[in-house]
């Protein structure tokens, strides 16, 4: 899910945030290998000193990523139609969230009471290309995305 805006993330999404009209739902748009958000934290090994016995270690920095996501869109289908809402949608510069809910069916409607991931992002520009050979082929489109600042994780969407 992409949701344009989530006033208070630190406390979790509203339905009608989630179902609103500049939100899009990107489940049965997206690819089945996407660029998931990652999490990276560095271990650091401390300096050992001359009387120490042992060495120790702490947590480092930790980076949060985004990556590339693909997702299907039909070049010659109408402007503002479904098979092209996503790619109109993902421009060069876009922000927001995107929202993940996890072990839930994926055609059960976003409601409240569901607790979600939210990672805040930036869209940089999109290119469309073809993807698979023969009866597999399809278009679909590459767009990169960064996590741009912390995540929110098992919130609950709100009425």
């Not at 998931?36 to 120490?52: E, K, S």
């Not at 409240?112 to 469309?128: I, N, R, Y």
Request: aromatic share 10%; net charge negative.
């Amino acid at each position: 899910m992409f949701a344009a805006t989530i006033a208070a993330p630190n406390t979790g999404p509203t339905a009608t945030e989630l179902n609103a009209a500049s939100s899009l739902d990107i489940t049965f748009y997206l690819m089945s290998e996407w660029g998931r958000p990652t999490m990276n934290t560095n271990r650091v090994q401390l300096a050992r000193r001359l009387g120490d016995g042992a060495q120790y270690g702490t947590i480092g920095t930790t980076t949060f990523t985004g990556g590339d996501l693909q997702m299907v869109v039909n070049p010659q289908a109408a402007a503002g139609s479904d098979q092209r809402k996503a790619y109109e949608k993902f421009t060069d510069g876009l922000s927001g969230f995107i929202v993940r809910r996890l072990v839930t069916p994926l055609t059960t409607d976003w409601a409240a009471g569901q607790k979600v991931d939210l990672f805040p992002v930036l869209f940089g520009p999109s290119m469309p290309m073809p993807s698979g050979t023969g009866e597999e082929a399809e278009a679909v489109f590459q767009v990169a995305y960064e996590v741009t600042g912390p995540p929110y994780f098992d919130k609950a969407v709100s009425a």
